[in-house]
């Protein structure tokens, strides 16, 4: 076999080796699933750049770096399925894995071989190159396996969207810094009249590389602001299609009710069309607009969605239930997980109490204060003898122990700003709960 046979076979060879990896790579990279369609994407542009750089440019041409950056882009524009932001977040990760797997295989094989040797094996000139391309597209594989682990680390914790907005600006940071002190390393050795001419495309770098941070942050503070906002719309959207949902089946139910209303009117009996009004009052009082109203003012949308479970609950159960919510109320460093949890806890023991009630009743208030936040749960119960509260939260009659007190109790005793009193306010049981400003 002739000598360009053989070199056209090593770099046949080679080729297979460093675009299966390349893909994998890719696909590791993106998530997506290895496809032989996406597998012929990566060889063809490849196999196009390598025909340009070894048949058409010299050894030695700049050229080739930039066609074989090119090439490496124009792949991954075809491979992946994304477009827009996530698009050139992917391939902005993916070349950086390459560009990280390429380095780490240059400097191993320069220590184990001549820079001469190294250079042909790069460039597919040689029998060993397939070892290259193997090492090379093996390290690729693995740094991208480990980007796969450290984003799936970060995103069970919930934190990768914070993390994110930090790394790009810290990275550029980083690269700011090490151009600042590469600039000065070198300007202690030149003259101090040509040490202003050698450092400024230094500083021009440094000084490109700080504004691109800069707008990164402001993009994306914006950025977090408006998926803010976007969660915010679509919850108050979602709470007002479960009203109107509520309305219309309580104007269907109302309707059927005054039908019945009439023929109780012409029986003439007043017992029973007392007991007929008193039953379409309480099927009126299930619909309440201002509850809706007050939701929308809660800051939270985790305390906001429990808050209208409970509602659609006790809607549901037929049990009365207000809410009052004031303008621009804050929790005072109460996290909104610990204020789910307490409100759970707090609004599952008044229902349970006001079904045993004969006037059922529910309501919660959260009311701004003097430097304070203050938070009524009132309930009515059931039976003749009201429950008296000791100062562990616990009632002294049989069956109003309180479930969830004691849980309730080592949430509140985390904070030092927060006072909680259960007590009986007539034929009511209140919780009150003050939160007051760190």
């Known amino acids: 076999m002739t000598a360009e046979g053989l070199h056209f076979l090593y770099a046949f060879a080679s080729l297979l080796v460093i675009c299966a990896l390349t893909t994998l790579t890719c696909c590791l990279v993106s998530g997506e699933p290895i496809r032989l369609k996406t ?54 990760t993916a070349m950086a894995i390459e560009f990280g797997g390429d380095m780490f295989t240059g400097f191993a094989f320069l220590n184990l071989f001549d820079s001469q040797t190294v250079a042909a094996m790069r460039y597919m000139t040689a029998p060993s190159t397939i070892l290259l391309q193997a090492v090379c597209g093996g390290s690729m594989v693995c740094f991208a396996m480990l980007y796969r682990m450290i984003l799936a680390f970060f995103q069970h914790r919930r934190i990768n969207l914070h993390l994110g907005y930090l790394l790009r600006p810290a990275f550029l940071m980083g690269i700011v810094c090490m151009v600042y002190v590469n600039a000065f390393r070198h300007a202690t050795q030149t003259d101090q009249v040509l ?67 009439q023929g109780t009117l012409l029986s003439g009996d007043l017992d029973a069309i007392k007991a007929y009004y008193e039953n379409m009052t309480t099927a009126c009082q299930m619909i309440n607009n201002e509850n809706v109203s007050a939701l929308q003012r809660v800051p939270s949308a985790a305390v906001s969605t429990l808050l209208l479970h409970k509602v659609h609950a006790a809607s549901e159960e037929k049990l009365p239930m207000f809410i009052t919510v004031d303008e621009d109320i804050r929790w005072f460093g109460f996290k909104d997980e610990e204020m789910v949890q307490v409100l759970g806890i707090l609004l599952d023991n008044a229902m349970e109490a006001a079904r045993e009630s004969a006037a059922p009743f529910v309501s919660f208030e959260a009311r701004n204060v003097e430097d304070a936040l203050s938070i009524t749960i009132r309930n009515t119960c059931g039976g003749e003898e009201m429950p008296v509260f000791t100062s562990e939260m616990a009632s002294s009659k049989e069956g109003h122990e309180g479930l969830g007190l004691k849980s309730l109790r080592k949430i509140i005793k985390k904070h030092n700003h927060i006072l909680f009193n259960l007590y009986t306010r007539g034929r009511y049981v209140e919780a009150s709960l003050m939160i007051y400003k760190g």
Not at 49 to 72: E, Q, R, W, Y
Not at 203 to 212: D, K, S
Not at 237 to 259: A, K
Request: glycine share 4%; charged share 15%; proline share 2%.
């Open 39 to 92: 597998f012929m994407k990566v060889f063809g542009i490849l196999w196009l750049v390598l025909i340009i750089n070894i048949f058409t440019l010299d050894m030695d041409s700049p050229l080739k770096m930039i066609f074989a950056v090119l090439g490496i882009l124009a792949s991954y524009l075809l491979i992946y399925r994304f477009r827009g932001r996530k698009l050139i977040l992917r391939t902005f």
């Open 195 to 261: 040490r202003f001419q050698q450092m400024l495309p230094d500083f021009i770098i440094a000084f490109l590389l700080l504004v691109i941070g800069v707008t990164y942050v402001l993009q994306d503070i914006r950025a977090y602001k408006q998926a803010e906002e976007n969660k915010s719309l679509q919850h108050q959207q979602e709470l007002q299609n479960i009203i109107l949902q509520d309305t219309r089946v309580f104007r269907h139910n109302i309707s059927i009710l005054l039908y019945g209303f």
